[in-house]
């Protein structure tokens, strides 16, 4: 379970049960703010009517009254890559890559 605490912020733990093996393909806003690296849904909200991030699958409930904002993955990970220059070099960090250490984030 995904604690807070006054230094960072994290999502809630999901209440959705355990799918096998399969990770999640689709976050709610919560969750695609915390993935880009946003300190609030609202930053989020504010990059995504900017242009920076994708925005929302075009969703729906069941019912039909109130709209679910879900981002894909895979589409924020496009955009990290894009963004980031990987997409055009077909580069891949190694799993250990240690980008906080690199560029010297975390440390007081």
Same mark, same amino acid.
């Given at each position: 379970? +995904?604690?807070?605490?006054?230094?960072? @912020? #994290?999502?809630? &733990?999901?209440? &959705?049960?355990?799918?096998?093996?399969?990770?999640?393909?689709?976050?709610?806003?919560?969750?695609?703010? %915390?993935?880009?690296?946003?300190?609030?849904?609202?930053? %989020?909200? $504010?990059?995504?009517?900017?242009?920076? @991030?994708?925005?929302?699958?075009?969703?729906?409930?069941?019912?039909?009254?109130?709209?679910?904002?879900? @981002? =894909? +993955?895979?589409?924020? =990970? #496009?955009?990290?890559?894009?963004?980031?220059?990987? #997409?055009?070099?077909?580069?891949?960090?190694?799993? =250990?890559? $240690?980008? =906080? #250490?690199? %560029? $010297? %984030?975390?440390?007081?």
């Amino acid at each position: 379970m +995904i604690q807070m605490n006054t230094n960072c @912020w #994290a999502p809630p &733990a999901s209440t &959705a049960p355990a799918r096998a093996g399969r990770p999640q393909r689709l976050l709610s806003l919560r969750e695609a703010a %915390f993935y880009v690296g946003c300190r609030s849904e609202q930053t %989020f909200r $504010d990059e995504v009517a900017l242009g920076l @991030w994708p925005p929302p699958l075009p969703l729906t409930r069941l019912s039909g009254k109130r709209k679910r904002l879900l @981002w =894909d +993955i895979l589409a924020l =990970d #496009a955009r990290i890559s894009e963004l980031s220059g990987a #997409a055009q070099t077909g580069a891949v960090l190694h799993p =250990d890559h $240690d980008l =906080d #250490a690199e %560029f $010297d %984030f975390g440390n007081p």
